[in-house]
């Protein structure tokens, strides 16, 4: 099993101490850190920009994952790569030359990933599949934090799953939406090896101690230790 990386995403994090937050998921072992990107266009929300990011790239050494919900990602890419991003993932709904940007990534030297929305097919990877280093299958609607795990999308990372491995392939699969320690197992097992967090991991009392509890409940640690997660 390839490893598992454990994401924090900022968003539901407390943006006037976004440093101390950041340090304090860091410390706990979180393997990168997911950074939401949008727009008010593409999703009704408005959130950061490349100042952001590069704010967080001086407090912080893991890897920064940007995710773009925004109508226009390629106008932005070297922007984001340039603040700091180590990782850009674009959806799959709203580029028109989705192998020329994920190239267009890989050159800034950053790692692609492409995203689906629940309600999106993964008939739209099969040509773009070898093309990309991950793909972000969202387990919510993007836009907010804090919102119900859909529960459809278990067996559609487990399609992922097989269709990237009876192809020989190597990419990995992100999930991101409503995930915590109560559903980060069955998202292991059905495929899934980063697991995006924001509201399990910042709305908790202690950040720290919830990348914790998602990293025993996703590597089944949690079952033999069963207090430590709930
Ligand atoms: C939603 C974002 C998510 C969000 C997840 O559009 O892409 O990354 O921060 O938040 P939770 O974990 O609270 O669902
Ligand atoms: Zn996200």
Redesign the pocket.
């Known amino acids: 099993m390839s490893e598992i990386k454990i994401a924090p995403?900022i968003?539901?994090a407390d943006f006037a101490r976004l440093g101390d937050e950041v340090q304090r998921v860091e410390a706990a072992g979180a393997d990168m850190l997911?950074v939401?990107v949008m727009d008010g266009h593409y999703?009704p929300n408005l959130t950061i920009g490349p100042p952001v990011v590069a704010a967080l790239r001086k407090v912080t050494r893991l890897p920064l994952d940007v995710?773009l919900?925004m109508t226009n990602p390629d106008a932005f890419l070297r922007d984001f790569r340039d603040a700091g991003a180590d990782s850009i993932s674009v959806h799959v709904e709203v580029v028109p030359h989705l192998h020329r940007t994920l190239d267009a990534i890989r050159s800034l030297g950053a790692r692609p990933g492409v995203v689906l929305n629940p309600g999106t097919s993964l008939a739209l990877l099969d040509e773009i599949l070898p093309f990309t280093d991950f793909v972000l299958v969202?387990t919510?609607n993007?836009?907010?934090?804090?919102?119900r795990f859909i529960e459809a999308c278990l067996p559609k990372v487990a399609r992922l799953q097989r269709m990237i491995a009876s192809r020989g392939l190597e990419v990995a699969i992100e999930v991101?939406?409503?995930?915590g320690p109560r559903n980060a197992r069955a998202l292991v097992e059905h495929g899934a090896r980063w697991i995006?967090?924001?509201?399990?991991i910042f709305g908790a009392p202690d950040p720290g101690l919830s990348v914790k509890e998602l990293r025993a409940a996703a590597t089944g640690a949690a079952q033999a230790a069963p207090s430590s997660a709930s």
Not at 142 to 147: L, R, S, T
Not at 196 to 200: E, F, H, I, L
Request: charged share 10%.
């Open positions: 995403s968003l539901s997911h939401d999703v995710h919900m969202m919510v993007p836009g907010f934090g804090g919102q991101d939406g409503g995930i995006v967090a924001g509201s399990s």
